[in-house]
């Protein structure tokens, strides 16, 4: 099954290694998204209604990059730090999706990366057809996507190549 990733470039993604959403053919599952500034900070600290709507903007930035939208999400789960902020947060939640409401799940937890974050969401989405075959990079070890053990490249006789690579 192709699988294709997209990443929103955090230093995070690469100190824990993961990515924010990956397509499996037609599904996607995107990461926790925190309601992060893009600076390394919190945006809108101590307002949850603000910080939901920013988790699903850098949701959405992440579905568009794997052909998908927000209309597309078929479930979302959201964890808040202060349960009495629930109403701002099912707010937001609904602005986005009263039209196609996904499944939810809202949980209360003890704390998120920063201590002003109040929100971090994560989403599934199910879109029509599978993703286009990612390209295969060419260099100069391959042929038709696949490796070569050539003497020297570009191949000049048929010894250069690896015998079974044109097959």
Known sequence: MIQQRAFSGNPWED???YC???RAGQHIFVSGTSPSDGEGGTFAPGDAYAQTHRCFEIIQQALEDLGADLGDVVRTRIYVT???RWEDVARAHHELFADRPPVNTTVAVAALANADMLVEIEADA???GNPAPAPIPLSPSTILGRPIQ???FPPVTAADLDEGCLD
Do not use: I, N
């Open 82 to 84: 202060d349960m009495s």
């Open 150 to 152: 050539p003497a020297a």
């Open 15 to 17: 100190k824990v290694g």
């Open 126 to 128: 199910l879109c029509a």
């Open 20 to 22: 924010r959403a990956l």
